[in-house]
């Protein structure tokens, strides 16, 4: 079973670490490029971004990165969705399908319950051959019915249970 650790992006050093990660085969329509996510990171800080690198825990190389909207104020403008978002996932081509995804998505939400007021994690992703939806799905997020920026928007209760 894969397991990782997620490691603060904070420094140029940090970016460039992750630069040379690569989508899998049609993933381009669903994720950009790391150039780009960063742009956009950079242009909304409104939307709190996290980055983080994603590294293998017992070999500690580098698989993939991700980064949430952490902690929205809840006052957040109507084109944001949380406190609480996924924003990017992407796991090095050559690691996909080892388990990594889902190891990720585990370490992001035990991240989560040390955060105040984490009781749901957003995220979006749009249909289609090589959507991630499928993967998300079976994570256990659901559909919300709402579509932002042209993709569904699928929630995860992180509510503990009593």
Not at 8 to 15: L, Y
Not at 34 to 50: G, K, L, N, T
Not at 68 to 73: A, E, G, K, T
Not at 88 to 106: E, F, M, S, V, W
Request: hydrophobic residues 40%; negative net charge.
């Amino acid at each position: 079973m894969a397991t990782v650790r997620l490691r603060d992006i904070v420094s140029p050093a940090d970016r460039a670490a992750v630069m040379g990660l690569r989508r899998g085969p049609g993933q381009d329509q669903y994720l950009n490029s790391m150039e780009e996510i960063f742009a956009e990171a950079d242009q909304e800080q409104r939307a709190m971004p996290h980055p983080w690198a994603v590294h293998d825990a017992g070999t500690g190389a580098l698989i993939g990165f991700t980064m949430i909207s952490d902690n929205i104020p809840r006052s957040m403008d109507d084109d944001l969705v949380g406190p609480y978002f996924l924003w990017k996932l992407l796991i090095d081509h050559p690691y996909q399908r080892r388990g990594y995804g889902a190891a990720t998505l585990d370490a992001v939400v035990g991240y989560l319950r040390t955060r105040p007021g984490a009781d749901v994690l957003y995220a979006s992703c749009a249909d289609g051959f090589g959507s991630p939806r499928g993967f998300y799905l079976r994570y256990g997020f659901t559909d919300t019915g709402r579509v932002m920026w042209g993709e569904n928007v699928l929630a995860l209760d992180l509510a503990p249970r009593g």
